[in-house]
């Protein structure tokens, strides 16, 4: 629904004589909005978001999945599954 209205606003601003093309009026919305280094509300998310990203993809936590010491049990969170059940 955003989408529609964005669109919605730059054909206006076509029509109002404000700008030659919606594509101009769509360019600067995306530069203003949706570009690094700027100092605006999305800008400060998305570079959150990428900041998240690698370090999720840089780094290792502690996994889920694991065998006991006998290497009989297979364990995931409160789930065990012995190797006879499995046979």
């Not at 209205?5 to 601003?13: C, P, R």
């Not at 800008?43 to 990203?53: A, E, V």
């Amino acid at each position: 629904m955003a989408q529609m209205l964005v669109a919605l606003q730059a054909v206006h601003l076509t029509k109002a004589g404000v700008v030659s093309y919606p594509a101009d009026t769509l360019d600067e919305m995306r530069e203003r909005f949706l570009l690094y280094g700027v100092c605006a509300p999305f800008g400060w998310i998305t570079r959150l978001r990428t900041y998240g990203k690698k370090i999720q993809n840089s780094t290792t936590s502690l996994g889920y999945i694991y065998w006991s010491d006998d290497k009989q049990t297979l364990s995931y969170k409160d789930l065990r599954l012995s190797m006879q059940g499995l046979c």
